[in-house]
């Protein structure tokens, strides 16, 4: 069984920064594309970031103005999003999201529960 | 970037056909895929492709598309299938992906 879980959501004063993880497990983590998707509250889905098997092509949306960074660790099957100069637009549950390559013509084939980020003073 | 336009809400009666349909530019290049998210869970995938389905979703589920137009048709409603549904693409001019604003479905 597949399964995603993102840890690392907290609450975060504005302008402060975060680290997000996601932790892989029943899948061959390191052929699969990966992505963080965002939903803020009472909102619709919202893609951030994709980043490929290897790590070699990495995406973002541009509403992020480059505050984002998103990596992997193929050997310990781990997805990270390191979120800067945070602000309450950034106020979301992040879901990590494993596809959104061609083989599966671009879907997002698992995903993980989630975890909040809550950006407030 | 492209965008993709969902009815807000639709609503159907137990047993019946629904179809749930999602405008975009991306159609012309890109399959769109669906997702289910019901209350406070992460979202599902519905469908994917060309029609296709993963393991364990119902067949009840499937998919269609024409030009700028993708459809997702859930043929006989149940009761369960109340949740919000919403479509994905990638983007045709760039890197990226793009998500329908979603619809919440009501069965009566």
């Known amino acids: 069984e597949v399964q995603l879980v993102e840890s690392g959501g907290a609450l975060v004063q504005p302008g402060g920064s975060l680290r997000l993880s996601c932790a892989a497990s029943g899948l061959t983590f390191s052929s699969y594309s990966m992505n963080w998707v965002r939903q803020a509250p009472g909102r619709g889905l919202e893609w951030v970031s994709y980043i490929s098997s290897s790590g070699g092509a990495i995406y973002y949306a541009d509403s992020l103005k480059g505050r984002f960074t998103i990596s992997r660790d193929n050997a310990k099957n781990s997805l990270y999003l390191q979120m800067n100069s945070l602000s309450a637009e950034d106020t979301a549950v992040y879901y990590c999201?494993?596809?959104?390559?061609?083989?599966?013509?671009?879907?997002?084939?698992?995903w993980g529960p989630g975890t909040m980020v809550t950006v407030s003073s | 970037s492209s965008e993709l336009t969902q009815d807000p809400a639709v609503s159907v009666a137990l047993g019946q056909t629904v179809r749930i349909t999602c405008q975009g530019d991306s159609f012309r290049t890109y399959y769109a895929s669906w997702y289910q998210q019901k209350s406070g869970r992460a979202p599902v995938l519905l469908i994917y492709?060309?029609?296709k389905r993963p393991s364990g979703i119902p067949d009840r589920f499937s998919g269609s598309s024409s030009g700028q137009t993708a459809s997702l048709i859930i043929t006989g409603a149940q009761a369960e299938d109340e949740a919000d549904y919403y479509c994905?693409?990638?983007?045709?001019?760039?890197?990226?992906?793009?998500f329908g604003g979603g619809t919440k479905l009501t069965v009566l």
């Open positions: 994905s693409s990638r983007d045709s001019s760039s890197n990226r992906w793009v």
């Open positions: 999201a494993s596809g959104g390559n061609s083989g599966r013509d671009y879907a997002f084939d698992f």
């Open positions: 492709g060309k029609n």
